[in-house]
């Protein structure tokens, strides 16, 4: 999607507060895929945490973190993942429900089509 309509919207990822550190409630997958993340205590740690993750994805949509007080997860009601498109008016033009059921890209890329044709 990001490759698809990348130079008709701005995409970012926002890296929140940690969902499955190993000093809170880490997931089985996380320790079979050897990812061991303790929970970040100041924002230099949260930013080095999203470095690796971007890194190790080989993420490319920019990426905006969270600071430690958590406003943009608590405002937006991100955790543990969420989708959101803005429209050209600034207003939420599609919000996704919680992840990870609620995590559905197709539904997202809808809303971008629908909000793109608004603009022709």
């Known amino acids: ?3 698809q309509y990348g130079k008709q919207v701005e ?17 089985n997958e996380n320790t079979k895929a050897g990812i061991l993340v303790k929970q970040p205590t100041s924002f230099e740690e949260r930013l080095g945490v999203a470095t690796q993750m971007c890194t190790k994805l080989e993420i490319r949509i920019p990426t905006l973190i969270d600071n430690l007080d958590d406003k943009v997860n608590r405002d937006y009601n991100g955790s543990p993942d969420r989708l959101y498109l803005v429209g050209r008016d600034g207003k939420i033009a599609y919000q996704g429900e919680r992840g990870p059921k609620g995590f559905r890209p197709p539904e997202l890329e809808a809303a971008i089509k629908k909000e793109l044709a608004k603009g022709q």
């Not at 995409?11 to 997931?27: C, L, M, N, S, T």
């Open 11 to 27: 995409f970012y990822i926002v890296y929140i507060r940690e969902a499955h550190p190993i000093d809170g409630k880490q997931a």
């Open 1 to 3: 999607m990001y490759d």
